[in-house]
C-alpha cells in the first residue's frame, strides 16, 4: 500500500452519541451516533511508520496517554465506548461505515456504560505476613534440631497453603465487590517488576458503577479494616472511561 | 481517589502502567475493512518492550501476563494463553516468535 508524506488517516479514539459535543477533537457522524476522531499524518501513523514507532517506547507512551487523555475528558461529561489504542483508516467514509455496519454493537455498549464509571481495585498482600498468620508458633519442649526441622516443615506447608488460600481469598474479594457493581472483571494482576512494589498484588480488578455511587468504596473500606491484619491492602484507582466493559469480541468476527 | 490520568508533568509509574493496561489491551477491538490496524500480536510485542527495560527480563516475566486466568489458576491460565496465541498465530500468518512480523 502506498503512502505520502502529506496524506492523513483518520485515528479514532471512540464511540459517543451524534448529540455529544467534545472540544480538541472531531466527531465523524452517522445517523445516531458518532466517532471521536483526530486526523492523523500517515508519515507518522502510516502501516511501515507505525512499525517502527511502536518500538520507541517515548513515542508510544506519549500517543497511548493521548488516546486515554481524550477518552477520559470524553467520559467525564458522555457515554462513551473506548476504542482499543491504534484504530486507523484510511478515509473519513471508512469510519463513517464502521459506524454504519458496528451500530448495533455500539448501541448496546453505549447503553451498559451510560451514566456509570469504571472503578479500578487493586489488592495487595504482604505474603510474608500472611503466611506467617497460617504457621503455627514452634513448640517451646522440642530439641533445637527437631525444632528447627519442624519449623522447616511448617513453613514449607504454610507456603503451599498460602497460595491456595491466596487464589480462594482473590476470588471471595471480588465476588464482594462484584455484587456492588453492575458488572465486574478481574484481570490478571500486575508482576512485581511493574507494579515496583514489595507486596503481591492479589487481585487487579474493574468494576462498574452508577456514578456518583459510593457503596464500592464503602465495600472496598468495609474488607480493609477486616482484613488489613491478615496484611491485605486495597487500592481504589479511576472514575476510569468504560475500558473494561465494551469488549463485543466474543463469538464476533 | 486519585486522578485516574495526569497527563502533563507525566503519570507515576504503576499508574503509567494502569493506563497502558487499559488502552493497549480492553477497548473494543475493530477488525475488518481498515486499511491501517495494529495486529494483535504486535501489541503483545509491544507491550513487553514497553513496560520492561529489557528483553531478558521480558522473558522472565512471561508474555501472558495481561493474558489468561486472574486468579493464578494454571491450567486455565495456559489454555487461554494457548488459544490466544493460536488464534494471533492463524490471524497474522506468524508464528510467535518471530517478532518482526517477517
Known amino acids: 500500500m502506498s503512502e505520502t508524506a502529506t496524506a492523513t488517516g483518520w485515528y479514532v479514539f471512540g464511540i459517543v452519541e451524534a448529540g455529544a459535543r467534545v472540544d480538541g477533537v472531531e466527531l465523524v457522524r452517522n445517523g445516531d451516533l458518532a466517532a471521536i476522531v483526530s486526523q ?5 501513523f502510516g502501516h511501515e511508520a507505525l512499525r517502527e514507532r511502536l518500538n520507541d517506547r517515548a513515542w508510544l507512551e506519549d500517543t497511548a496517554l493521548r488516546h486515554a487523555d481524550v477518552l477520559q475528558r470524553v467520559a467525564a461529561e458522555h457515554a462513551v465506548v473506548p476504542l482499543r489504542f491504534g484504530t486507523i483508516y484510511d478515509e473519513r467514509s471508512d469510519v463513517t461505515g464502521l459506524l454504519e455496519t458496528r451500530g448495533d454493537d455500539f448501541r448496546a455498549a453505549l447503553e451498559h456504560v451510560r451514566d456509570r464509571v469504571e472503578l479500578g481495585v487493586k489488592v495487595w498482600i504482604d505474603r510474608a505476613r500472611f503466611e506467617h498468620s497460617l504457621a503455627d508458633a514452634p513448640e517451646h519442649e522440642e530439641s533445637a534440631g527437631r525444632a528447627y ?8 506447608r504454610a507456603a503451599a497453603e498460602a497460595a ?3 487464589a480462594q481469598l482473590a ?9 456492588l457493581a453492575v458488572d465486574a472483571v ?3 494482576p500486575q508482576p512485581r517488576e511493574l507494579t515496583g512494589r514489595d507486596e ?3 487481585l487487579n480488578a474493574a468494576y462498574l458503577v452508577p456514578r456518583g455511587d459510593t457503596r464500592l468504596e464503602a465495600g472496598v473500606a468495609g474488607l480493609q479494616a477486616a482484613y488489613a491484619e491478615l496484611g491485605v491492602s486495597f487500592e481504589i484507582t479511576g472514575p476510569w472511561p468504560p475500558h473494561n466493559f465494551v469488549d463485543t469480541r466474543d463469538g464476533r468476527p | 481517589m486519585s486522578s485516574a490520568l495526569q497527563h502533563r508533568g507525566g503519570p507515576a509509574p504503576a499508574q503509567l502502567a494502569d493506563v497502558l493496561e487499559r488502552v493497549l489491551d480492553k477497548g473494543i477491538v475493530i477488525a475488518g475493512d481498515i486499511q491501517i490496524n495494529l495486529l494483535d500480536i504486535e501489541l503483545l510485542t509491544v507491550k513487553l518492550r514497553l513496560l520492561v527495560a529489557s528483553a531478558d527480563k521480558a522473558r522472565e516475566m512471561g508474555i501472558d501476563w495481561w493474558e489468561g486466568d486472574a486468579f493464578l489458576s494454571r491450567r486455565s491460565g495456559d489454555r ?5 496465541l493460536r488464534r494471533l498465530e492463524q490471524k497474522a500468518g506468524l508464528k510467535p516468535s518471530d517478532e518482526d512480523g517477517r
Not at chain 1, 526441622?149 to 514449607?156: A, C, D, G, V, Y
Request: hydrophobic share 40%; proline share 0%.
Open chain 1, 171 to 179: 476470588q471471595g474479594l471480588h465476588a464482594q465487590l462484584s455484587a
Open chain 1, 164 to 166: 491456595e488460600r491466596l
Open chain 1, 149 to 156: 526441622m519442624l519449623r522447616k516443615q511448617n513453613e514449607q
Open chain 2, 80 to 84: 487461554a494463553l494457548e488459544d490466544r
Open chain 1, 200 to 202: 503481591t498484588m492479589l
Open chain 1, 40 to 44: 492523523v499524518d500517515l508519515a507518522e
Open chain 1, 186 to 188: 478481574a484481570n490478571r
